[in-house]
């Protein structure tokens, strides 16, 4: 597959701002996508990018790598006849507007599609499109805390605590892009676009996934286990002598393992510990006693010695010591690219590689200046450099 990319045949307009949106534009975008995101002329830090930091900041330069900038005022005739030109081009339009707005502006669904029939358009919410909250304000604070997602992290009787990582923006946004993959692939079959639409609620509430459904089949309400797995037990971090270390004995043989490394080979054959039904019961007993234990040599000692018996650890790392850990290095997800004012710098890679993966984990340049491609773009429209001067004068572009 040396030299192609699986999306370069696509064309996307992006009208998203924040990182719910961002994320899915940028899944498509380093698959090969051709994305155009269209700011409002404004100058530089006013516009979306200031909601994501500086636009020359890590956050931005991370979400927006790959694309093409177009200031365009969708208020304005002529701006909107110019972006229906380009509905008229493309293959997807994303956005991330609160229910209405797209409406307001003449950009919604159904006038997008009368443009062009084809066209597959994504939409992320912050809790739907209808319903008695679609109205309201969505950010991932808010999505964590509906989704239950608080109320099963942290120590036991900590009270809600949020994750550390934006995952509602983040989830939202990698199912809206493969949904959107989906339509396209619905639309090579039937020739008809269609309205792909999530929100940070719904994604939050799938990703809670195997937690949710224990209410809905058991009518078990999970509780918080801090840093241990909810229903499997031992599965946590514990303690060494000189930090703390990751275990998780996901079967009995990885017990009795776990009991042969630690000196203490007859709690496999305890009918206190024997089956995990019975060490779910007794939780902190038996990650008390594994404790006492562990904390006796270093991390390294115990994730060799476990390694060794075939029970999966590993180690807790900051953020830090994670990219210079010698398996992340050699994964090479930290990309390099070249910037116009910050030399070279580095962002986050995509996850999946593809083949002998051409485009170095999906990075291909750094994310653009505002309007950086107004021009080009205006002039692949058919405009002239006089007809582009006369928009940039009535602040068009």
Same mark, same amino acid.
């Given at each position: 597959?040396?030299?192609?990319?699986?999306?370069?045949?696509? &064309?996307?307009?992006?009208?998203?701002?924040?990182?719910?949106?961002?994320?899915?534009?940028?899944?498509?975008?380093?698959?090969?996508?051709?994305?155009?995101?269209?700011?409002?002329?404004? #100058?530089?830090?006013?516009?979306?990018?200031? =909601?994501?930091? @500086?636009? &020359?900041?890590?956050?931005?330069?991370?979400?927006?790598?790959? *694309? %093409?900038?177009?200031?365009?005022?969708?208020?304005?005739?002529?701006?909107?006849?110019?972006?229906?030109?380009?509905?008229?081009?493309?293959?997807?339009?994303?956005? *991330?507007?609160?229910?209405?707005?797209?409406?307001?502006?003449?950009?919604?669904?159904? @006038?997008?599609?009368?443009?062009?029939?084809?066209?597959?358009?994504?939409? !992320?919410?912050?809790?739907?499109?209808?319903?008695?909250?679609?109205?309201?304000?969505?950010?991932?604070?808010?999505?964590?805390?509906?989704?239950?997602?608080?109320?099963?992290?942290?120590?036991?009787? $900590?009270?809600?605590?949020?994750?550390?990582? @934006?995952?509602?923006?983040?989830?939202?946004?990698?199912?809206?892009?493969?949904?959107?993959?989906?339509? !396209?692939?619905?639309?090579?079959?039937?020739?008809?676009?269609?309205?792909?639409?999530?929100?940070?609620? %719904?994604?939050?509430?799938?990703?809670?996934?195997?937690?949710?459904?224990?209410?809905?089949?058991?009518?078990?309400?999970? +509780?918080?286990?801090?840093?241990?797995?909810?229903?499997?037990?031992?599965?946590?971090?514990?303690?060494?002598?000189?930090?703390?270390? *990751?275990?998780?004995?996901?079967?009995?043989?990885?017990?009795? @393992?776990?009991?042969?490394?630690?000196?203490?080979? +007859?709690?496999?054959?305890?009918?206190?510990?024997?089956?995990?039904?019975?060490? =779910?019961?007794?939780?902190?007993?038996?990650?008390?006693?594994?404790?006492?234990?562990?904390?006796?040599?270093?991390? +390294?000692?115990?994730? +060799?010695?476990?390694? #060794?018996?075939?029970?999966?650890?590993?180690?807790?790392?900051?953020?830090? $010591?994670?990219?210079?850990?010698?398996?992340?290095?050699?994964?090479?997800?930290?990309?390099?690219?070249?910037?116009?004012?910050?030399?070279?710098?580095?962002?986050?890679?995509?996850?999946?590689?593809?083949?002998?993966?051409?485009?170095?984990?999906?990075?291909?340049?750094?994310?653009?200046?505002?309007? $950086?491609?107004?021009? $080009? !773009? &205006?002039? %692949?429209?058919?405009?002239?450099?006089?007809? !582009?001067?006369?928009?940039? #004068?009535?602040?068009?572009?």
């Amino acid at each position: 597959m040396t030299g192609v990319l699986p999306l370069d045949h696509l &064309l996307v307009l992006d009208l998203t701002a924040f990182r719910a949106g961002p994320t899915a534009v940028r899944q498509l975008a380093d698959w090969g996508a051709r994305v155009i995101t269209v700011e409002r002329p404004v #100058a530089a830090g006013e516009g979306p990018g200031a =909601a994501l930091g @500086a636009r &020359l900041g890590s956050d931005f330069q991370n979400l927006r790598r790959n *694309n %093409e900038s177009l200031t365009l005022d969708l208020k304005h005739p002529d701006g909107k006849r110019l972006f229906l030109d380009l509905v008229a081009r493309a293959d997807v339009v994303v956005e *991330n507007f609160a229910p209405g707005v797209t409406a307001r502006l003449g950009v919604d669904w159904p @006038a997008l599609s009368e443009v062009n029939p084809r066209l597959v358009y994504g939409s !992320i919410s912050g809790f739907g499109q209808d319903g008695p909250w679609s109205q309201r304000p969505g950010y991932d604070q808010v999505a964590q805390g509906m989704s239950g997602l608080m109320s099963v992290t942290g120590l036991p009787g $900590q009270g809600p605590v949020r994750s550390g990582h @934006a995952v509602a923006d983040s989830s939202s946004g990698i199912y809206l892009a493969f949904g959107i993959l989906a339509a !396209i692939i619905r639309r090579d079959r039937t020739g008809e676009g269609t309205w792909v639409r999530t929100s940070l609620l %719904e994604a939050l509430v799938a990703m809670m996934d195997f937690q949710a459904a224990r209410v809905l089949i058991e009518g078990d309400v999970p +509780e918080q286990q801090g840093n241990h797995h909810p229903t499997a037990v031992p599965m946590g971090t514990f303690p060494a002598s000189d930090g703390v270390f *990751n275990l998780a004995p996901g079967t009995n043989a990885h017990f009795r @393992a776990v009991c042969r490394v630690l000196g203490h080979a +007859e709690w496999a054959e305890h009918e206190r510990y024997a089956k995990p039904g019975a060490r =779910a019961r007794r939780r902190a007993e038996v990650n008390d006693m594994i404790a006492e234990v562990t904390r006796t040599q270093p991390v +390294e000692h115990w994730i +060799e010695a476990f390694l #060794a018996e075939g029970v999966p650890s590993g180690p807790v790392l900051d953020l830090g $010591q994670m990219w210079r850990h010698p398996q992340v290095e050699r994964l090479a997800m930290a990309q390099p690219i070249e910037h116009p004012s910050k030399g070279q710098v580095a962002v986050v890679g995509q996850p999946i590689t593809f083949g002998d993966d051409p485009s170095g984990r999906g990075v291909r340049r750094a994310a653009p200046a505002l309007g $950086q491609q107004t021009d $080009q !773009i &205006l002039g %692949e429209l058919g405009l002239g450099p006089g007809d !582009i001067e006369r928009l940039r #004068a009535a602040g068009v572009v």
